[in-house]
């Protein structure tokens, strides 16, 4: 079982950059997707991006194409996510978690949630 720890979040102005690492404290991501969730407040967790361990395969939401960047360490067996041109409406909290099933978008899917960080973004 992968347990993760994200970091790397913080508090920025709207156009500014932030890098979030999902770092695997126990266990590695092989054979596994990993995926970078968010959740504003009283609004429903959704998908960020997702990345395939093994191919490299990724995913991203049409709202962050462009600005977000997935990627993966097999070294340090860390996923993550450098968020550039940040806008207010990424302020959230940003989670990490796994899942066997694929690169696919269902939260119930995926399993061992990190504590999540937040990213304030101000206009």
């Known amino acids: 079982q992968v347990q993760v720890i994200e970091s790397g979040g913080g508090v920025v102005q709207a156009g500014d950059s932030l890098r979030l690492s999902c770092a695997a404290s126990?266990?590695?991501?092989?054979?596994?997707?990993v995926g970078w969730f968010r959740q504003a407040p009283g609004k429903e967790r959704e998908l960020v991006s997702s990345i395939n361990w093994n191919t490299g395969t990724t995913y991203y939401r049409d709202s962050v194409k462009a600005r977000f960047t997935i990627s993966r360490d097999n070294v340090k067996a860390t996923v993550f996510l450098q968020m550039n041109s940040l806008k207010p409406e990424d302020t959230a909290v940003y989670y990490c978690a796994s899942t066997s099933q694929g690169l696919q978008a269902d939260p119930k899917k995926y399993a061992n949630w990190g504590q999540g960080t937040q990213v304030t973004v101000s206009s």
């Open positions: 126990r266990g590695i991501f092989y054979n596994l997707a």
